[in-house]
């Protein structure tokens, strides 16, 4: 008889492509899962996985096995859901996932007021990059994420929470008018210091500097925000900062914050979740708090 536990053994082993890595996952023995897998494949009728001595592959079978089984798993975890918080806004377990260069800014206003608000909320935090926040969130593994809007996904809901606007962050050495509103001429030979690949506020960044004829290359590919602004304020460049950064960040004499002129240049963050998820109205929730505590 086909089982759920077969399924989501399964599933890990799609994921990881590896029997002991999966078996960890799902806290039993490696002897244990394989034994479950060849019990699936029997009662299918079917060869899921094909084995060698060092490594494992899905059949053409097995890839579709394993997207239909996630889909099933998806929905009863939102059944359970639906059961568990009917009753009570945000209440139970919520996996969220936020973006790097939010996280710091955001969590030490949110946490608080979750606290206070909904004490009966189980928050479990992800801190990633944005391509593998958005993988999790439609394997299941994340029930709503925080991060820079569009994704443009079809199975997923976006709901705005504020705009983010970008300063240029500049050695104080060079004593230029806080006052003055930065132009595209004046990035012109600028040397633009960003996040390494893979983060959306690098992207977002070159984005906007392309669109205002700008060619530099970076000579750095930053993990984090903080040692972009110490590059700064050495002299090394200058960089494009989100602006929900800046009180945290900018406690350094050296760096000097300027806008730009209009239209200012910003970034949209919104919360997005599956659009099958039954607890929508506890995002809603989530959102109106992430707009009081960023206003």
Known sequence: MLTFKQLRYFVAVQQHLHFGNAADEVCVSQPALSMQIRDLEKELGLSLVERNARSIRLTPSGEEIAKRASHILRQMQDLKDYAEHAALPLSGKIRLGIIPSLAPYILPKLL????????????????????????????????????????EEPDLEEEPIFEDQFLLAVSSSRKIDERKRMGATDLHGENLLLLEEGHCLRDQTLSFCGSIGQNQSANLGATSIATVLHMVASGYGVTVLPEICADTEIADERITLLRFAEPQPSRRIGLIWRKTSPRNDDFIALAECLRDVTN
Request: hydrophobic share 45%; net charge negative; no cysteine.
């Open 112 to 151: 608080p007021a979750l606290t206070k608000q909904y004490p009966d909320l189980q928050l479990e935090l992800r801190e990633t990059l944005t391509a593998s926040l958005v993988s999790e969130l439609k394997h299941g593994s994340l029930d709503v994420i925080l991060a820079a809007l569009p994704i």
